[in-house]
């Protein structure tokens, strides 16, 4: 079946640092990548979203699907304190989405 | 407009009760999800429902897990015979279509507590 499989958290660090969170996915078919993001006690909200072979930004944080290493990390060149969160890599293929584990991102002063 | 509703937010019951969580999907959305996200966890998969056909239950964790979705509209996740174990948010998700590049859009969850 379907697998994601995420960087384990959790993830400290500090302002202005960069950032990248691994994800890889395992699939036997074409699928569509997203990465989700949740804030303290708030439900999950689309960061981005990416079909094959196309580079995705949003809010500063950028991902690029690599197919030939089954990857989509997500990365930001310089994060604030409101990054802070847990961010979610899911694969989506027909209807049913395959979510990873989450990373836990706390940016400090 | 309005988004994904769910209800209620915070339940308490004890345990051996049974419990029915409802979920409001953005209205024209076909396609509806249900999550569990234990304390510190990330989100398990429970059920999927899309249009008319069959649902996808291949998350539920035992038979006291159950939910229907009425009307293509309206969902109710229902735990029978609940056990602390069963304490978590729950979170349903709508998504426009069964196409696979669309986003699922998650309501607020419903917090549920087994004493």
């Known amino acids: 079946g379907d697998s994601v499989t995420q960087t384990e958290g959790p993830v400290t660090l500090p302002e202005r640092a960069a950032l990248t969170l691994n994800c890889t996915y395992q699939s036997s078919y074409s699928t569509f990548l997203f990465w989700y993001v949740q804030y303290l006690n708030k439900e999950p909200e689309l960061l981005l979203k990416s079909s094959e072979n196309q580079e995705t930004d949003s809010r500063g944080f950028q991902a690029s699907p690599i197919k030939s290493d089954s990857s989509f990390h997500l990365e930001k060149p310089s994060v604030q304190l409101s990054d802070s969160a847990v961010y979610y890599c899911?694969?989506?293929?027909?209807?049913?989405?395959?979510f990873g584990d989450g990373t836990t991102l706390t940016v400090k002063p | 407009g309005a988004g994904v509703s769910q209800s209620p937010s915070n339940k308490v019951t004890e345990k051996g009760k049974d419990v029915e969580l409802r979920c409001d999907p953005i209205?024209?959305?076909?396609?509806l999800y249900w999550y569990r996200q234990s304390l510190g966890q990330g989100l398990e998969f429970l059920i999927y429902?899309?249009?008319?056909?069959?649902?996808?239950k291949s998350g539920l964790p035992s038979d006291r897990f159950s939910a229907e979705r009425t009307g293509g509209s309206v969902s109710t996740l229902t735990i029978q015979r609940t056990q602390q174990e069963d304490s978590a948010v729950y979170l349903c998700a709508s998504k426009q279509g069964g196409s696979p590049d669309n986003e699922q859009f998650f309501g607020p969850g419903t917090r549920l507590t087994v004493l």
């Open positions: 429902f899309q249009g008319n056909s069959a649902p996808d």
């Open positions: 899911a694969l989506s293929r027909a209807g049913k989405s395959t």
């Open positions: 209205s024209g959305h076909t396609a």
